[in-house]
């Protein structure tokens, strides 16, 4: 049983026009603990992890019906901010989005905009926030490059590492692997097993290996229904649901 739930969605809609891609999705996202969202391309993982942060607000022809809770508030209320919202809640991409400056000042420009700093506690934040997402030794030497020189794998790291920097109590990550070599997504694995004592993580992977190598919780999507859910042992190993079963064994992919 999944006690601490967090983030909980109830009776979830989600219609892109006339075409409904979510259909009545029922999750308890349990904090401390690192849930994937596996399915095959097209289910709606990506709009599952939108839902959450808000930014199907962005999308002009989506709807969405049903309440997510977080932390028993509706994140869809009308006098809830988010800005706030999406500060609880950091979303990694599936590419790594750099901004168009120094790898310092990748991490300092989110500090700086909420909170004034002396330089000395802006440097030792910035390091902090490198250190969690793993790629401090890396950087350290060459803290005033260009990011963009960094390689593709460092990039999805200090993407981490600038997420982080919010202090964000959730972190979405749609594919964040999936642009990059085997080793740096296994670097990339390794830093979102660390954080997971802090955070509720959600990972969305169309990789079952990945889903195996990662999961506490597995949350199987097929065609915009939630299939199944339960701890990654149970769901991976002895599905109940024809679906989950064929999708596992590559039957449907
Ligand atoms: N902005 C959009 N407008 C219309 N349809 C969309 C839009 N975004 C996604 N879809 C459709 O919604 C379904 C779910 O997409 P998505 O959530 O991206 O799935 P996944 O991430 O699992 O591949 C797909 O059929 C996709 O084509
Ligand atoms: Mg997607």
Not at 47 to 72: F, H, M, P, W
Request: proline content about 4%; hydrophobic content about 40%; overall charge neutral.
């Amino acid at each position: 049983m999944v006690d601490k739930g967090r983030l909980i969605l109830k009776n979830v809609n989600v219609y892109y026009g006339q075409n409904q891609v979510l259909k009545n999705i029922n999750l308890n996202i349990p904090d401390n603990n690192l849930t994937v969202v596996i399915g095959p391309s097209g289910c709606g993982k990506t709009t599952l992890l939108k839902c959450l942060n808000r930014l199907i607000d962005e999308v002009e022809e989506a709807r969405i019906e049903g309440q997510i809770l977080l932390d028993s508030q509706d994140i869809y209320d009308q006098e809830m901010d988010v800005t706030q919202i999406r500060k609880k809640m950091g979303l990694l991409s599936q590419k790594p989005q750099v901004l168009p400056m120094s790898i310092y000042d990748n991490i300092a420009f989110g500090l700086k905009l909420h909170r004034s700093l002396k330089k000395a506690e802006l440097n030792q934040l910035v390091e902090k926030y490198l250190h969690l997402a793993g790629l401090w030794e890396e950087v350290k030497d060459r803290l005033n490059e260009p990011a963009s020189r960094l390689s593709i794998g460092q990039q999805q790291r200090l993407c981490l590492a600038r997420g982080l920097a919010v202090e964000p109590e959730i972190i979405l990550c749609d594919e964040p692997t999936s642009a990059l070599d085997p080793q740096s997504s296994r670097n990339v694995e390794a830093q979102l097993q660390n954080l997971k004592k802090n955070y509720a993580i959600v990972v969305v992977t169309h990789i079952l290996r990945q889903a195996k190598r990662l999961a506490d919780y597995v949350a199987f999507l097929y065609m915009g229904e939630l299939i199944e859910f339960g701890p990654a042992s149970e769901v991976l190993t002895s599905p109940q649901d024809p679906r989950t079963r064929a999708y596992i064994t590559g039957e449907i992919s």
